[in-house]
């Protein structure tokens, strides 16, 4: 059985900077992928970030471009997401995601989120 556990998420005034650690645990395939979707109260849930096993192709939400950057050890089973420049409209429940498969990232796996929240 696969688990996904995110930490680092906080209070943090705007502008400021927050970093979000992600773990994995259980059996999982080689090569997986591993990001980060979110989802703000009353609107969907959003793709922030992803980054490939080897680390070769890492790919950022529009608005978060710039501004966030995404990471991984893989001999820590870890994923990593630095948040700067934080903004009111990164308040959101922060989802770790993990997928196996080859195609677009969609997320196979999934934690339980941590919140983040900005105040202006």
């Known amino acids: 059985q696969v688990q996904v556990l995110e930490s680092g998420g906080g209070l943090v005034q705007a502008g400021g900077s927050l970093r979000l650690s992600c773990v994995v645990s259980?059996?999982?395939?080689?090569?997986?992928?591993m990001g980060w979707f979110r989802q703000a109260p009353g609107k969907d849930r959003e793709f922030v970030s992803y980054?490939?096993?080897?680390?070769?192709?890492?790919d950022y939400a529009d608005s978060v471009k710039g501004r966030f950057t995404i990471s991984r050890d893989n001999a820590k089973k870890s994923v990593y997401l630095q948040m700067n420049s934080l903004k009111p409209a990164d308040t959101a429940l922060y989802y770790c995601?993990?997928?196996?498969?080859?195609?677009?990232?969609?997320?196979?796996?999934w934690g339980q989120g941590t919140q983040v929240t900005v105040s202006s």
């Open positions: 259980g059996r999982m395939f080689a090569h997986y992928k």
């Open positions: 980054i490939t096993w080897s680390g070769g192709s890492i």
């Open positions: 995601a993990v997928d196996s498969r080859p195609d677009r990232f969609r997320g196979e796996y």
